[in-house]
Structure formats: structure tokens, C-alpha cells
């Protein structure tokens, strides 16, 4: 934290520096006061349930926060991280450095493309969808009020 206010000193100040910096501390307590039970944690059979408990204790602890900043909770947001999350970490990313590794021309044009159809694959067009069918819950102004943002 310290470089970064040397570079931007309102960085601080900043909804994103605030969401990230309580992600991490929100994930550092719920592994500490919620852990998943040893018999879960090794094992193929219980792969979906490790993916899961993570993603499952941010969404929870942090729906405060986005009901204070955003006026409302994401229903999808727990499909569409499941989705987005490997797709990004084990796809997108390693094209991208590979893309930029790799010398000007039909392989590096190739790999950016890569690089794009999947960060813009299906998952995308699943949060849209799920948000027009009503997939964010709008919280009630009276909570809005209460809570200070409204």
C-alpha cells in the first residue's frame, strides 16, 4: 500500500482500493473462523465443494458492502466467478503474456485474438442475460436510506 500512495496518494480513497483490500481480509477470516473440514479438503470427489467454499464466504460477507456501495446484491455473481475466475486465471492471462512474448506477427496476432474470444466467451453474455431477467436484487429504498447511501 505504501507504493501505491507514493504513486497516487488518493488511491486510498478510492471504492476499488476499498473492495480489494476488505476481499482480502474478508478471505483471511473466513478461512480462519470458517474452515472447510479436513475430510474435504483433499480429494477429486470434493473439488466442487473446495471451489466453492471460497467464493461462497466472499459473496456472504461481503454483501454489506456492496448493498451500502452498489444498492443492491448480484444473484449471478457466484455462477458468473465460478466461470470467470479459471477462465481468466488459466486461459486468458498466460495468452496474454504469451502474446507478449512472443515477437510481431501471425502467431502474436493469433494469440491476441485467443486472448480476446476468451475473455469475452459465453460467461459474458450469461451475466447480461441473467441481470435483464432480473438477476440483480435492487435493494428496497428504506434500506437505502438507512444504510446512508440513498
Known sequence: MGGLSLFDPFYMLSESFWLSALAVSIMLTWYHWFPLPARYRRGRRWLPLQLLHPKLGIMLLMAP??????????????????LAIPTITFISVPLI????????????????WLAGVSRGSGWWR?????RAAGGHFTTPACWQSSSGVG
Not at 458492502?65 to 465460478?82: H, T
Not at 450469461?126 to 441473467?130: I, K, N, V
Request: proline share 3%; with cysteine.
Open 65 to 82: 458492502l456492496q448493498v451500502m456501495l452498489f444498492e443492491g446484491i448480484s444473484l449471478s455473481a457466484l455462477a458468473a466467478n465460478l
Open 126 to 130: 450469461h451475466y447480461r442475460r441473467c
Open 97 to 112: 503474456l504469451l502474446a507478449m512474448l512472443t515477437p510481431v506477427g501471425s502467431l502474436c496476432a493469433a494469440l491476441w
